[in-house]
């Protein structure tokens, strides 16, 4: 039962990281992106590289592959803010997210079927199961990108990304470019989507292409909109909800003669489009009536 608690906890923490990258990008900034879940699977992929053909140690193998989502965000996001708004940002970036999918499972480690060799993270302290001394890992990484993240929000980079939400204009005729900002958040967002995919593969020992798919895609997305935009513990509050939600609606009379392993995937992306659809309808603004 104790393993339970803390492998639960872990996965709040790992979700919670890729969620303050939704988090910033959806209501700090304003912009609807959906490539997370690419920069998710990016970041279990590289690491397990890193660890495994490299022999690169574990900790390093993580930064490291953090800090190539970052740059791919970085590299990439330029020529879709620079060229993009609105809806069509949204779909170049799923549209990212699918690209992942398909790369890896024709040239990602272990082809369509994933690989299960991943190293384990490293023990901190001496005793206790490898899912408590992986939830100490996880919680220190969790806490030190926390702090990280409320520096960030009080520095310069925070401010004109306050700004460039709303007000742009103004910001622009003092000589800022919301879409450069942006494109900084969105690197600040890939590196840490690429994070938490990086801890999750070295927690579970397993890396698949379907950590990019649409379902993440969505699962993701839903957390975000839990996660809102008012306070800096809504990550965590999306996250608790996308993790612990769909374990206990698996256990719904719905799913009885629907396999185990099915179950589970199934709950998860229902759940995720359940809160989609809540959203839409409590929290969509009134059309206002043209005057004739």
């Known amino acids: 039962m104790i393993d339970l608690v803390f492998h639960l906890l872990v996965m709040i923490m790992i979700y919670s990281m890729v969620l303050a990258g939704q988090q910033i990008m959806l209501f700090r900034c304003g912009v ?35 800090s190539v989502c970052f740059a791919f965000g970085f590299g990439i996001g330029a020529p879709i803010f620079l060229r993009l708004k609105g809806d069509f940002l949204a779909l170049a970036t799923l549209m990212l997210s699918q690209l992942v999918v398909s790369i890896l499972k024709v040239g990602g480690m272990g082809g369509a079927s994933g690989y299960a060799g991943v190293p384990p993270l490293p023990k901190l302290l001496g005793g206790g199961s490898n899912t408590y001394q992986a939830f100490v890992y996880v919680a220190g990484v969790f806490v030190l990108g926390a702090i990280c993240l409320r520096c960030l929000w009080q520095s310069r980079l925070g401010l004109l990304a306050d700004a460039a939400k709303t007000d742009p204009s103004h910001l622009q005729s003092r000589g800022h470019s919301p879409a450069r900002i942006f494109i900084q958040f969105f690197a600040i967002s890939a590196l840490l989507a690429g994070l938490g995919g990086a801890l999750q593969a070295h927690y579970l020992g397993v890396i698949e292409p379907s950590m990019a798919s649409i379902n993440s895609t969505v699962v993701f997305l839903s957390g975000g909109i839990i996660a809102g935009g008012k306070t800096s513990f809504g990550s ?40 989609i659809a809540l959203a839409f309808i409590f929290f969509r603004k009134p059309t206002q009536a043209t005057s004739t």
Do not use: D
């Open 32 to 66: 609807l992106t959906l490539s997370s879940a690419g920069f998710f699977a990016l970041g279990g992929y590289f690491s397990a590289w890193f660890s495994t053909s490299l022999n690169i140690p574990v900790p390093l193998a993580v930064g490291l592959s953090a």
């Open 236 to 275: 965590l509050l999306g996250a608790l909800v996308i993790v612990v939600g769909p374990e206990l609606l698996q256990n719904f009379r719905i799913f009885e003669g629907v396999n185990s392993w099915m179950a589970f995937p199934i709950a998860k992306i229902g759940f995720a489009i359940l809160v």
